[in-house]
Structures are given as C-alpha cells and as structure tokens.
C-alpha cells in the first residue's frame, strides 16, 4: 500500500484520519485466486433484433489447430463473466517467422462488445476503458501475460497481420480470476422460479466481480471505490458472502480520506496513493451516514458506530451549506446530488427524500453513540425537512411529489419520497401505485435508480408488483445475455449510455447487484 495523501487538515484530526487509514491497510486481505480456462470457441453474429450474440460454436479443442493468417481471428468464451490475468501461450506455423505478429486482442464482457468498432467511439469518458490491445510479437512461441487486469467473459484474438509466410496459432490460454470472496460461500435460493434464480446467479456473480481491494463499482472501467454503489454493495453482501472486513475496511476509508473541508468525497482512488477524488455529490456524501447505520444493524458493532459517528455528523452538518431554505440548492449545478443519470431529470426533490432517508440513520446513530446535544439537532433538522418535503414538493391535485421550477414528476423523486417515510405507509402505498399507473416519462436510467423504485414498492408491501418490475427489468437483461448486471439499462433504448456511446458502459455494475439482496430481504 502506498503512502497517505490527506490535504490540509488540522494536526489533531490528521492523527485520527491516518489511524483510520491504518485500519483499513490492516483490514486489507489477499484475494481469493482461481484458475479459468475458455470453455468453447464461437462465432459471435447478431440476433434478428440486431444484438451481438454466439452463433455458433467448436470445441475448444480445435483451437491450437487454427492457424491465423492476415484477417483471421478466433473468439474464445470462458463461460462466464471473471476478472483477472490473461496468459496465452502462442506459436507460429509455415516458413520461420520473418515478421512480428501484430494482434488485436479484444476482451469483452457481452458478446456485443466483440462487434463495437472502438475508432467509431466518441463518447465524453476515455477511449482508454475499451478492453483492447494491440501487440506486437516479434519472437514466437511465447509466453504472453497481460499486465492488465481485465472484465470479461469472451476473448477474441485478431491476426491484424502476420506474413505470406507464417501464421499465429493460439495454442492454450489461462486465466487467473480474482475476488475478495467466493460464489462457492452463498447458498443459492432454493424454491425459486427459474427466472428468478437467473436473476439471482447474475445478481451475485455481479457483486463477487465488484469484490476486490475495496467493492468497487465496475471492473471494467473505473475500479474504485464509489460511496453510492457501496451501500447497496454492502447491503447484498450482508445476505449473501457476508464479507464484514471489506465493509469495514471501505468505511474507515471514506472516513480517513475526507477532503480538506471534512466533507466525504463521492468516490476514492487505492492506486497509486490512497486519496479521495475530488468529485463531490451530496447525496453521496450524506450516505455515509446510511452506511455506518445499515453496517450497525448488521453485526451490532458499536465499537465503531463510535468511532466513525463524528465523520458521519460531519456530512450532516456539510450538507446543510448546499441547502437554501430546508431544501438542496441545485440552481448553480443542477447535478450536485447524483440520484440516477437520467437525462433531464430534476433531482431537487428526490434529494429531499435522500435528507430525510440519511436524517433518521443519522438519529439512531447520534443515540448509540450517546451523542444528546446531536441528537437535539438532528431532531429539529428532521422535523423541518420533512414539513418542507410536504410544502415545497408535494402536489396534492397531481398527487405526486413534483420536482424544480418546471414541476416535474419523476420516478426517482417519488421512490425517494416513499423511502423517506413522509407519508404512512397507507398513502404512500397508493403515490406508488398511483405512479405505475400514470407511468410519468421521466423514468429512470440505471439499475440504481431502478433499485430504489423497487425497493419503495417492497417498502409499501406490493410484493406482487416489485416482482414483476425485476423481472422485466433485471430479467430483462438476462434476456439479452447478461451473466452479470449493468450500469446502464433503459429497456426502451437498448444502447443507452450515460457517455454518450455504450462501448464504454460496464457490463457488471455493482450497484445492479441488489435483486439478490431484495430477493433474500423480502421473499
Ligand atoms: C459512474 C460510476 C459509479 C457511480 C457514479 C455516480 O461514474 O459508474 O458507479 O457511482 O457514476
């Protein structure tokens, strides 16, 4: 582990972050290694809707007997999504070698990513998250390792050139898959429809990807730690691999690398130094709060409900700089509490929901840590926000909580509404349901955002209708091929993309991960 990057805090509270930065190194264990070999070769064409999808396939067997010349490629499928070390052991066939192979390798974590064209990409994230490699060999055989640590469950190997006198034969190919925990440690839900263990298989091998040094939130593309993806990680994981440790170890340091104002950052990087990104988004900071709460309910640890409250009341009370008149002040950046990244969306009012949701954790959490003057506080706070989420937000004509100048209705802000508890449960059950019938256009975008409107419905006890949201919508992507969740699903705009272009999307998302929490919470 590398050195501590903290900026500008003051002496006696550098001492507290660097301990809390100690404890997660010491919290830090060696992952779980295995060894995966592909399991089939095939042919990856598209399906009359025009997704990317096997089409064919040979016995893994054949592959030493390929022999690459300019253009040819073959396509390896290791079974399921991993991620790890790639080693492929290659040769040359024909006259001696009289020029370097150059090869593409392509990694791809759903099989349509084996068609993208990565030169068309044009996307506002880099070009640098697409899983491919050009490489030059000059000597073969040889053994090539991957530096990378790649996510991905079909490998395809293009012969971009060789000569008129050589091929490239891959003749084997490994690789060394890595986790903090192992699927082997949870116990499949027994008596479940077949769709619904699908969901369930996909929903933990999603967050056991997501599981390495720290949970991260896609191992794809930005591999670290993100606070939002975290909660609902952590809440899976405790039914599920129950790893306490990584939870544990994530915490202390959100909490031991705030930034130099105290406040919580949105996400954190490991490498190459420990230190916190300067991205901020308040709803993210404030969950935090919701974190230490739910890590509480689970092992009943006081210990560090003490230790970490001052950090938690710390948001609490940073948060309210952001706020004008009981409310989050999103006139200079609309985008300053995270919510989902559907386009156009007003996330005023489902950021009210958030408030309320983190004040009551944040209320069990003042009392724990016997904290009365905070818990006074917190009290008042409580009140005011939940009058002005009625007063401000609430639309009784409409019946809907409306968002912004424009009033507009979204799902987000009544998912968010309904788990702030601002209504009884009776009235919040019709809002919900009032909201799948009127199906209002501003919907959501991301699994996440998804996950909260699911989690409202179970919230108000319409299992039912829970049940069938996850399963057009995770199901969805099962339908489509997914062995783990996504980042991104709109199922009316299959190639949605918060970045302007889906070559760039991760296709195992931590926080998609949740139905084998929901499924295990409320089934
Ligand atoms: C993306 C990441 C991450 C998420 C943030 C808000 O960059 O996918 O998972 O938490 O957005």
């Not at 004509?397 to 998912?415: N, P, T, Y």
């Not at 980042?487 to 991760?506: H, I, K, R, T």
Request: net charge negative; glycine share 6%; proline share 4%.
């Amino acid at each position: 582990m590398g050195e501590t990057l903290i900026s500008i805090i003051p002496d006696m509270e550098r001492k507290i972050v660097d301990e809390f930065v100690k404890k997660a190194v010491e919290l830090d264990h060696p992952l779980l290694e295995k060894t995966v070999k592909p399991v089939r070769l095939v042919e990856i064409g598209r399906d009359a809707k025009g997704n990317g999808v096997p089409v064919s396939s040979e016995s893994i067997e054949e592959m030493p007997g390929k022999l690459l010349r300019k253009g040819d490629s073959i396509c390896m499928d290791f079974g399921d999504h991993h991620v790890g070390y790639v080693t492929l052991k290659l040769n040359s066939a024909g006259s001696p070698q009289d020029a370097p192979a150059f090869l593409r390798l392509k990694f791809a974590e759903i099989a349509s990513e084996i068609l993208d064209d990565s030169s068309t990409y044009q996307g506002w994230i880099s070009k640098g998250w697409i899983q491919e490699e050009f490489i030059h060999i000059d000597v073969l055989p040889c053994e090539l390792k991957l530096p990378r640590r790649y996510a991905f469950r079909y490998l395809e190997v293009l012969a971009i050139d060789t000569s008129q006198k050589f091929q490239v034969v891959v003749e084997d190919a490994g690789l060394t898959a890595v986790s903090s925990v192992s699927m082997e440690d949870v116990k499949p839900l027994e008596g479940l429809p077949e769709d619904l263990q699908k969901i369930d298989r996909a929903s933990l091998k999603t967050l056991q990807d997501c599981m390495q040094h720290v949970f991260e939130d896609g191992p794809k593309r930005d591999r670290r730690l993100w606070i939002g993806d975290l909660r609902l990680q952590a809440k899976a994981n405790y039914v599920t691999f129950k790893n306490y440790d990584l939870v544990k170890r994530c915490m202390y340091l959100f909490a031991g690398l705030t930034r130099g104002d105290g406040k919580i950052g949105a996400c954190l990087f490991t490498e190459p130094v420990m230190q916190v990104d300067d991205t901020f988004l308040w709803d993210y900071s404030l969950f935090f709060v919701s974190i230490l709460h739910d890590y509480y309910q689970e092992t009943k640890d006081l210990e560090i409900v003490k230790e970490l409250w001052p950090a938690a009341y710390t948001q609490i009370k940073l948060a309210l700089d952001d706020m004008k008149d009981g409310v989050l002040d999103t006139s200079e950046n609309p985008m300053i509490a995270f919510i989902d990244w559907k386009e156009g969306l007003d996330r005023q009012a489902a950021a009210q929901g958030v408030w309320i949701y983190c004040l009551r954790h944040g209320k069990v959490l003042a009392q724990l840590a016997g904290d009365t003057a905070a818990l006074d506080e917190l009290d008042g706070l409580l009140k005011d926000a939940v009058e002005k989420a009625v007063s401000r937000f609430w639309d009784e004509e409409q019946g809907f909580f409306v968002s912004g100048a424009k009033c507009q209705v979204s799902w987000s802000s009544q998912a968010w509404m309904v788990l702030a508890d601002i209504f009884d449960q009776e009235k919040s059950r019709e809002l919900m349901l009032h909201l799948l019938d009127v199906k209002p256009a501003m919907g959501v975008m991301t699994p996440y955002a998804y996950h909260h409107v699911i989690e409202a419905l179970l919230h108000v006890g319409e299992k039912d209708k829970a049940l069938e949201l996850m399963r057009t919508y995770w199901g969805g992507m099962i339908d489509l091929g997914a062995d783990t969740f996504w980042e991104a699903f709109d199922p009316a705009d299959p190639l949605a993309s918060p970045y302007g272009n889906m070559q760039v999307n991760s296709f195992c998302h931590a926080w998609s991960c949740t139905p084998a929490w929901l499924l295990r919470e409320y089934f």
